[in-house]
């Protein structure tokens, strides 16, 4: 008998007592099991519906209406992208709401997951606490610190309403010349795979009877992680961004690969594509890594999503052909697609390929399964609507003094003192006038880098709250001493003022992804010419702010102590408490050092290793009372 016919006997039959049990919906029910209420909400979802699950849109496009007319499953927050400049907590989580609404308002109420860079910390929103960039974080190799770290991002992040986070960012940067190369912790795999200890920070841990590769996310205070990106992005010919990884596969599988499984075997929700191709193929059209390898050898259960406009660029000029880019894509094995805003043809050109069989509906099948997957997981049926009850969390006090117990376990001492000199660190708090000078010593936004409020980073003070490295500097040093702050002072200012010694903050000006590959590595102006003009008229700490390595062994012989601090973020104070000896040094470098530009792409284990400063190089220093601190010098 046709199932049809059957279900409207059944119908007539027993009409009376049916009320209560046609108002049951199994998928509903959160005493059923995940894959119980997966298999029942699959089963009513028309092919509409599926696709609009496959379909991340940017916040900006995402109006309730759209939501509903193209039964949207996410949307994103682009780098900087906002609902109004300074929101509050209570902004983000009404505007997450109001989007959600439109969601909740379909015939399935299938909840939207909105996702968004919180890559060190809530880094998009205003007042929230910035850690260090991974760069930094490298450095502490303290796996307990990074869940910490995680789980402040979590509350932060759920503050906003937002239940899911593109990081963390497990790329094992190869070539210090990319762009993105603080993003990743460092260029030895197993220094990348300690850290993804954030990933049970973000998520909650994992109940040991899980099963393999599904994705777990624990309640209300925690978010969906995404590890990223796969495979192979920081090994890229010269560095240079989304561009291609030659490697064989041994390579692939040895340095680029293992942090996804320590990522898998932690839970991690989902996956992100890389832009970069391996060996000339590009990954977001990957089907042998992405579904062969990740999903069936992995045994990976939550969602794979691209990257922004990742399909669009499959091809290239001239020969762009989006319909193409959509097959290979999908068929990769791609679940979600951050279109970001070109929806409409997307879902008409997949709609149609899979009407026409070019993709198979078991692929669309697969995809919607786990998306659905993570947003049971996430508890997203249950409670789709956010309030403010976090609000407090964001930007609190707790979290800042873990941000700048961050900064002081990523700084690296890598001079102190020239040669039959004593140590100039810890600098002594009791002076009769010391100078601070240098482009990043009172500067916020350099100092936390790209991906701060914008997405390229900024300059200057007023972009978010926190503490500069001058302002850290004038609340430590004892009330009696001068403290002169020059940016770009000459040398005869320098040398006719007679300083106890000079703190010169320089580096790197913020950029992010593309914008910040480099082939020179050099320090931005007038950096250089402020290290020349007072080392040597003054004993000089020099700091060195930026995203990775860069060019410094021409300065290296005048400087009297050098200190990489990479991207600090908002609490300055950090640096400080190293400085002035509240805390002793303890960083090592989780990057090699060059001498120059040339030596690239060196890491070490490579056979020519001749760095600066090698991996695991790192000078210590003692912790002083104030009451230990030598008098006027
Ligand atoms: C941001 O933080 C500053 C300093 O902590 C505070 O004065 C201000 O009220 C905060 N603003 C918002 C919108 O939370
Ligand atoms: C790599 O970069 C070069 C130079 O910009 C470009 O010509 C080439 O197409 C890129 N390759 C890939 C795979 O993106
Ligand atoms: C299926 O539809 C797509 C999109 O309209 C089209 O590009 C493709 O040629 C079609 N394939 C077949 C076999 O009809
Ligand atoms: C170094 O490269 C950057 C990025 O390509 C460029 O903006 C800068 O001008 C270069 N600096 C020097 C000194 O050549």
């Known amino acids: 008998m046709p199932l049809a016919a059957f279900l409207v006997l059944c119908c007539c039959c027993c009409s009376s007592s049916a009320v209560l049990e046609s108002d049951y919906v199994k998928y509903k029910d959160p005493s059923q099991t995940v894959e119980d209420r997966i298999d029942?909400?699959?089963?009513?979802?028309?092919?509409?519906?599926?696709?609009?699950?496959?379909?991340?849109?940017?916040?900006?496009?995402?109006t309730p209406d759209v939501m509903r007319e193209f039964s949207i499953g996410s949307v994103l927050s682009g780098g900087g992208s906002v609902p109004a400049t300074r929101a509050s907590p209570q902004a983000w989580v009404d505007m997450v709401n109001d989007i959600q609404k439109g969601s909740l308002s379909t015939r399935l109420g299938i909840p939207m997951i909105y996702g968004i860079d919180a890559v060190h910390g809530h880094n998009n929103v205003y007042n929230a606490t910035i850690f260090p960039h991974n760069v930094g974080l490298g450095v502490t190799r303290d796996p307990v610190l990074l869940k910490k770290i995680g789980e402040a991002t979590a509350l932060e992040v759920r503050a906003t309403g937002i239940p899911y986070v593109f990081a963390p960012c497990i790329a094992v940067c190869r070539d210090p010349r990319w762009g993105r190369c603080y993003e990743s912790y460092s260029e030895d795999h197993r220094i990348v795979q300690m850290m993804t200890e954030i990933i049970p920070g973000l998520q909650g841990d994992i109940p040991s009877n899980s099963p393999k590769g599904v994705p777990f996310v624990g309640g209300k205070g925690k978010v969906a992680a995404c590890a990223k990106h796969f495979v192979g992005d920081g090994g890229t010919t010269k560095g240079i961004n989304e561009n291609n990884t030659v490697i064989d596969e041994r390579g692939l599988l040895t340095v680029h690969m293992p942090a996804y499984l320590d990522a898998i075997q932690k839970g991690v929700a989902t996956v992100m594509v890389s832009y970069s191709s391996w060996n000339g193929e590009k990954m977001h059209a990957n089907r042998g890594l992405v579904t062969g390898f990740l999903k069936k050898k992995l045994g990976f259960k939550g969602f794979v999503i691209s990257d922004w406009e990742g399909i669009d660029r499959i091809t290239s000029p001239p020969h762009l052909n989006y319909q193409y880019s959509v097959h290979a894509g999908v068929s990769a094995g791609i679940d979600m697609v951050m279109v970001p805003f070109n929806y409409q043809e997307f879902i008409t050109d997949l709609t149609a390929q899979v009407q026409n069989k070019t993709v198979r509906m078991s692929r669309i099948n697969d995809a919607v399964r786990r998306i659905l997957r993570v947003k049971f997981e996430a508890g997203l049926f249950e409670s789709p609507l956010a309030d403010n009850s976090l609000a407090d969390k964001v930007g609190c006090r707790e979290h800042r003094e873990l941000a700048r117990e961050a900064v002081r376990k990523s700084l690296v001492l890598l001079k102190n003192g020239k040669s039959m000199e004593k140590p100039l660190i810890p600098l002594p708090r009791r002076a009769r006038k010391i100078l601070v000078a240098g482009s990043h010593a009172d500067n916020l936004g350099y100092q936390c880098g790209g991906w701060t409020i914008e997405?390229?980073?900024?300059?200057?003070?007023?972009?978010?709250?926190?503490?500069?490295?001058?302002?850290?500097?004038?609340?430590?040093?004892?009330?009696?001493?001068?403290?002169?702050?020059?940016?770009?002072?000459?040398?005869?200012?320098?040398?006719?003022?007679?300083?106890?010694?000079?703190?010169?903050?320089?580096?790197?000006?913020?950029?992010?992804?593309?914008?910040?590959?480099?082939?020179?590595?050099?320090?931005?102006?007038?950096?250089?010419?402020?290290?020349?003009?007072?080392?040597?008229?003054?004993?000089?700490v020099v700091v060195v702010i930026s995203g990775r390595p860069v060019v410094i062994e021409p300065y290296i012989s005048k400087i009297d102590a050098l200190v990489a601090a990479w991207l600090p973020g908002s609490e300055g104070q950090g640096v400080a408490d190293l400085l002035f000896g509240d805390y002793g040094f303890t960083g090592r470098l989780a990057r090699t050092w060059f001498r120059t530009v040339d030596q690239l792409p060196m890491n070490v284990g490579d056979i020519h290793y001749d760095p600066l400063f090698p991996v695991g190089f790192g000078l210590t220093t003692r912790t002083v009372n104030e009451a230990d601190a030598p008098a006027d010098s």
Not at 44 to 62: D, F, N, P, S, Y
């Open 40 to 62: 029942d909400l699959l089963a009513r979802m028309t092919l509409a519906e599926k696709i609009g699950q496959m379909t991340q849109i940017e916040r900006k496009v995402a």
């Open 455 to 540: 997405w390229q980073g900024l300059t200057g003070n007023d972009l978010t709250s926190g503490t500069t490295i001058l302002s850290a500097i004038k609340s430590t040093v004892h009330p009696s001493t001068q403290v002169v702050y020059n940016e770009n002072p000459d040398h005869g200012f320098v040398s006719s003022n007679n300083f106890d010694y000079a703190i010169v903050v320089v580096g790197e000006t913020p950029y992010a992804e593309t914008a910040g590959d480099s082939l020179n590595l050099t320090i931005t102006e007038p950096g250089p010419a402020t290290i020349e003009s007072i080392c040597g008229a003054a004993r000089c």
